[in-house]
């Protein structure tokens, strides 16, 4: 019996596999190369379709229109031209109730007695948001996927705040400053290295104008991470003059004299518990008895009583022939003096 003789089938074709292979080597290398993001892909494809969909709906309205059948523009009218009158009106309606809402914000703020500079912030960023949320409504509605664009404004937004973390720094301390108000403008402060009268508190800066007439732009966050002194914050302020009296001199004598100079302005004196005027014996110095006139004045009148109760208390002390000892130096000159 002759031996049957059988052939092996050839090998199956392996170039799907292999193009399935390639196809996906080649996506891999793209995502490498820095190929857009899904959320940006999907945006612009999303876009051409809606281009490449509304050029061939206008062709075949046009082939329609030019062969007498009216109907064949309806589905252009359905579904561009509708949505886009509808998304107009939106568009209105929208920047009307951004209108309202700035109002509605910046007066509640003004009610909480709040700066003016934070209120029409807030009010500004009412309208803002109101008109982002209302256009994104409208791209909505005519057939834009807004997902894509969401995705891009967060992106965007991380990337302007890492690259102005120490603007947002200022902001932020200028919107504490406008809602806790350790200052207002006309007061004098002595904050970050300066010792000043405020002209002008924004939401990144603050301004002020020396006794001197300079005048200091300060960054905010400069301001409210450190020690701030309101120095006209109080209506009534303490003015204090301290003076050192010979050893030689009586103390109840120098006491006497000190009273009667603070006596002397009594119409500037503010009367009262915790109020009044003080002579205190403070220390007993090197060189001289140290003694403190203290005077309370209104906060306005601080320099003027201050002149005027140093101007008094030498004067009562020269004329009480109560010495006011200040530093000397004896020179001690040994062997000749060059000629």
């Not at 193009?19 to 899904?38: E, F, L, M, W």
């Not at 004045?297 to 101007?311: F, G, I, N, P, S």
Request: charged share 20%; with cysteine; glycine share 8%.
């Amino acid at each position: 019996m002759a031996p049957l003789l059988t052939q092996a089938a050839p090998p199956e074709s392996t170039d799907e596999p292999q193009a399935n292979s390639d196809a996906a080597s080649g996506g891999a290398s793209a995502a490498d190369d820095g190929q857009p993001p899904a959320n940006e892909a999907e945006l612009s494809q999303d876009l051409t379709n809606l281009a490449g969909d509304a050029r061939q709906d206008a062709l075949n309205a046009f082939e329609g229109l030019t062969q007498g059948d009216f109907a064949a523009a309806w589905p252009l009218f359905e579904k561009y031209l509708l949505p886009l009158v509808l998304a107009i009106v939106i568009l209105i309606v929208t920047f009307v109730v951004a209108k309202i809402a700035s109002r509605w914000v910046g007066a509640m703020i003004r009610r909480a007695k709040v700066e003016e500079t934070l209120a029409r912030f807030f009010g500004k960023l009412a309208f803002y948001v109101v008109v982002v949320l209302g256009v994104l409504a409208a791209l909505q509605f005519v057939g834009i996927q807004v997902t894509g664009f969401a995705a891009i404004l967060a992106s965007v937004g991380f990337a302007v705040g890492m690259a102005l973390s120490g603007t947002l720094s200022n902001f932020a301390s200028g919107v504490m400053l406008l809602v806790f108000r350790p200052f207002k403008v006309g007061d004098v402060v002595s904050a970050a290295g300066v010792t000043a009268k405020v002209n002008a508190i924004e939401l990144f800066t603050t301004t002020f104008d020396t006794f001197d007439n300079r005048r200091f732009i300060v960054p905010n966050s400069e301001i409210f991470g450190g020690i701030i002194e309101n120095v006209t914050f109080h209506r009534e302020r303490r003015v204090d003059v301290s003076v050192g009296c010979d050893y030689a001199a009586d103390l109840d004598r120098t006491r006497e004299v000190l009273t009667g100079a603070a006596e002397s302005l009594k119409e500037k004196l503010l009367e009262g518990e915790g109020r009044g005027f003080q002579v205190y014996l403070n220390e007993l110095g090197d060189s001289s008895v140290a003694w403190v006139v203290r005077f309370w004045c209104q906060a306005d009148d601080y320099w003027a009583v201050k002149e005027e109760l140093t101007r008094a208390v030498k004067t009562h002390l020269d004329d009480a022939k109560i010495g006011i000892p200040f530093p000397q130096m004896d020179v001690h000159v040994d062997g000749k003096l060059a000629g």
